[in-house]
């Protein structure tokens, strides 16, 4: 690792937002970073969190120094490729097409499907349902039934009433709160209702029993500050009848309310069940090996699939130093992806290096270029790469321009801060959107930012990006719970960016750690003290963190939130596979968050895609 490098990790992981109770004040750096962009997650690659501040503090303020005095001072140009092709003049709202190459399109003349037989009349369509007592105003249990009695206490100060159902005991206890509903038009119902809880439960949940087959959603711990989370199961009634059941089998001082339940006709569930799986090439290139949960070695994708993954997201780096993550292991990675049956969400950086809210630097070849031809070898790479996986028969479904953009890209040209350049972000991302529809105008477009939990943030960014009316299809967003704040922060944030830019939501990273261990001689990014309450550092506490993320996501009104991608699933740690891509000796420090452990056994939190 180089001296700037250092650098630069421990300049990040210093302006970091409110996520450590102890940081010194920032030095010389414009409060905008510090209130809006949120630069500074280290991770991926950023491994210095243990490394004392006193010990590189002078190259730090050296690098602030050196990175604006290069940020306002004109570079000659010494590498500009001849003839870029012209970008067409802007327009106000509609973005014009670049002059480039022009794909075959599909044939558009295929016959109207043939329309079913209209003899036997439309299935009627169900009707909202009308529960009993369903936020506990009576004061009572009227209209539920329980087992235990004494477990159920009505508490005031429900989520948007005066009363709320409590499950609690002073002693070990186990109670279920149900009520039955009939007289149901056949078809799909989602169970929605707002819960709280204390955490440390053997296990609580909401479900939804419809005949024989019942469907649950666990009620995550809501510590610390016991926020209300939003929380919904579907199930398909087939004989006109279903079961509420509230369930708790909890230890003496645990507590969970549930309050304003609500039965609606319709279905919701995850369609993208997804993991970053970047690291994957190099890893089976450097003897990496992938097993079963009986031990058998198999191939990972495979693995995955079994378990429930559909989608798998990849990185591309322009020029990258090992060879890994360009162009060619795309392609050669998204062949086995088609094989299988398994959807592509290509991640470009649009650097040679790792790219996020604390480093958003330019690829060598494009360090020299004016603005115009900056954009146009955005547009260049982004249509290239793409048409490349059109052309062997593998489009993308999907691609976000650009990684964690909070504080912009290609800085300084494209950076949100110190004077903000929005203006030119908005053309980069334009270009970048151009560039893929015409490529494949099927493809959906992300624009991915970090900090999942911070709603300010993400209207301060999509609403300066909405007013330049740049085109998107998706919004991204980054949630590790260990940074970002509450799952509670997550669902308000989620909630409101999908309703106030009528846009599909995902969670496009996440992760949590299985063990505070080590695999290689790197100490990981994950330790102890960033453990989330009620979810500990095991197998099973990684498993429920990625439930109930899915959860939130599940919850999103009107089925916006379409999945979650977990970032790096398969980075173990092998020899040769580290974080720097300049030097081969540089370990892993997030193998304690892979999905697979230290064997390469695929670990349990992978199932939970089985319940989308």
């Given at each position: 690792?180089?001296?700037?490098?250092?650098?630069?990790?421990?300049?990040?992981?210093?302006?970091?937002?409110?996520?450590?109770?102890?940081?010194?004040?920032?030095?010389?750096?414009?409060?905008?970073?510090?209130?809006?962009?949120?630069?500074?997650?280290?991770?991926?690659?950023?491994?210095?969190?243990q490394l004392p501040i006193k010990k590189?503090?002078?190259?730090?303020?050296?690098?602030?120094?050196?990175?604006?005095?290069?940020?306002?001072?004109?570079?000659?140009?010494?590498?500009?490729?001849?003839?870029?092709?012209?970008?067409?003049?802007?327009?106000?709202?509609?973005?014009?097409?670049?002059?480039?190459?022009?794909?075959?399109?599909?044939?558009?003349?295929?016959?109207?499907?043939?329309?079913?037989?209209?003899?036997?009349?439309?299935?009627?369509?169900?009707?909202?349902?009308?529960?009993?007592?369903?936020?506990f105003e009576d004061g009572d249990l009227t209209g539920w039934e329980t087992d235990n009695p004494g477990a159920n206490l009505l508490e005031d100060s429900g989520y948007e009433s005066a009363f709320r159902l409590t499950h609690q005991g002073t002693e070990p206890y186990r109670v279920e709160t149900l009520q039955n509903v009939t007289n149901l038009v056949n078809g799909w119902y989602t169970l929605r209702a707002w819960v709280r809880s204390s955490g440390g439960q053997n296990e609580t949940y909401l479900a939804l029993q419809c005949g024989e087959n019942e469907r649950r959603v666990h009620v995550p711990s809501t510590q610390p500050g016991y926020r209300?989370?939003?929380?919904?199961?579907?199930?398909?009634?087939?004989?006109?009848?279903?079961?509420?059941?509230?369930?708790?089998?909890?230890?003496?001082?645990?507590?969970?309310?549930?309050?304003?339940?609500?039965?609606?006709?319709?279905?919701t569930a995850l369609t993208i069940l997804g993991a970053d799986i970047s690291s994957l090439k190099k890893s089976e290139d450097f003897g990496g090996v992938y097993r079963e949960t009986d031990g058998t070695p198999g191939d990972p994708l495979d693995i995955l699939k079994n378990h429930g993954l559909n989608y798998v997201r990849l990185r591309v780096w322009v020029d990258p130093a090992d060879g890994y993550h360009n162009k060619d292991k795309l392609l050669e990675m998204a062949?086995?992806?088609?094989?299988?049956?398994?959807?592509?969400?290509?991640?470009?950086?649009?650097?040679?290096?790792?790219?996020?809210?604390?480093?958003?630097?330019?690829?060598?070849?494009?360090?020299?270029?004016?603005?115009?031809?900056?954009?146009?070898?955005?547009?260049?790479h982004t249509f290239d790469v793409c048409s490349a996986l059109v052309a062997q028969g593998t489009p993308p479904d999907m691609v976000q321009v650009g990684n964690e953009i909070n504080s912009g890209m290609l800085w300084p040209d494209g950076h949100t801060w110190d004077p903000p350049q929005w203006d030119n972000l908005a053309q980069l991302l334009t270009a970048g959107y151009d560039a893929v529809k015409a490529c494949s105008p099927d493809t959906r477009v992300m624009l991915h930012i970090a900090e999942g939990g911070d709603n300010e943030l993400a209207k301060w960014w999509f609403g300066n990006i909405t007013t330049r009316d740049v085109p998107f299809d998706v919004i991204g967003?980054?949630?590790?719970?260990?940074?970002?704040?509450?799952?509670?922060?997550?669902?308000?944030?989620?909630?409101?960016?999908?309703?106030?830019?009528?846009?599909?939501?995902?969670?496009?990273?996440?992760a949590y750690a299985f063990t505070t261990q080590n695999?290689?001689?790197?100490?990981?990014?994950?330790?102890?003290?960033?453990?989330?309450p009620g979810y500990p550092l095991t197998p099973e506490g990684q498993g429920a963190m990625l439930r109930d993320v899915m959860a939130v996501v599940r919850a999103v009104p009107n089925g916006r939130g379409l999945g979650v991608?977990?970032?790096?699933?398969?980075?173990?740690?092998?020899?040769?596979?580290?974080?720097?891509?300049?030097?081969?000796?540089?370990?892993?420090?997030?193998?304690?968050?892979?999905?697979?452990?230290?064997?390469?056994?695929?670990?349990?939190?992978?199932?939970?895609?089985l319940s989308p």
């Open positions: 690792m180089n001296v700037l490098t250092q650098i630069n990790l421990v300049f990040v992981k210093f302006v970091r937002r409110r996520r450590f109770q102890s940081r010194p004040p920032l030095q010389n750096l414009p409060s905008q970073v510090e209130k809006k962009v949120g630069v500074g997650r280290l991770r991926k690659g950023s491994v210095q969190f590189f503090l002078p190259g730090m303020i050296l690098f602030v120094s050196i990175f604006f005095l290069s940020a306002c001072t004109p570079q000659e140009s010494t590498s500009l490729p001849a003839e870029p092709t012209p970008l067409p003049a802007a327009t106000a709202t509609v973005p014009q097409p670049l002059d480039t190459p022009t794909m075959n399109p599909s044939p558009t003349n295929s016959p109207e499907p043939t329309q079913p037989p209209t003899d036997s009349p439309p299935t009627p369509t169900p009707a909202p349902v009308t529960l009993t007592n369903p936020s209300w989370l939003n929380v919904v199961v579907s199930n398909e009634v087939t004989d006109g009848r279903c079961t509420i059941r509230l369930f708790s089998d909890a230890n003496a001082g645990n507590w969970v309310s549930f309050d304003d339940l609500t039965l609606l006709p319709g279905q062949l086995r992806f088609k094989e299988k049956g398994i959807k592509l969400l290509v991640d470009f950086h649009y650097s040679d290096n790792w790219a996020d809210p604390g480093k958003q630097f330019k690829p060598a070849a494009w360090e020299t270029l004016d603005f115009e031809a900056l954009k146009q070898a955005m547009y260049d967003i980054s949630y590790y719970p260990f940074w970002h704040g509450k799952l509670a922060e997550l669902q308000f944030n989620l909630n409101d960016i999908s309703a106030r830019y009528d846009k599909d939501v995902v969670v496009v990273e996440t695999d290689d001689f790197l100490s990981n990014i994950f330790g102890p003290e960033m453990e989330t991608f977990y970032w790096d699933a398969t980075w173990t740690a092998v020899e040769g596979n580290g974080w720097d891509n300049t030097d081969p000796a540089s370990g892993n420090a997030w193998e304690n968050q892979a999905l697979f452990d230290f064997e390469g056994i695929v670990l349990p939190a992978l199932d939970e895609y």
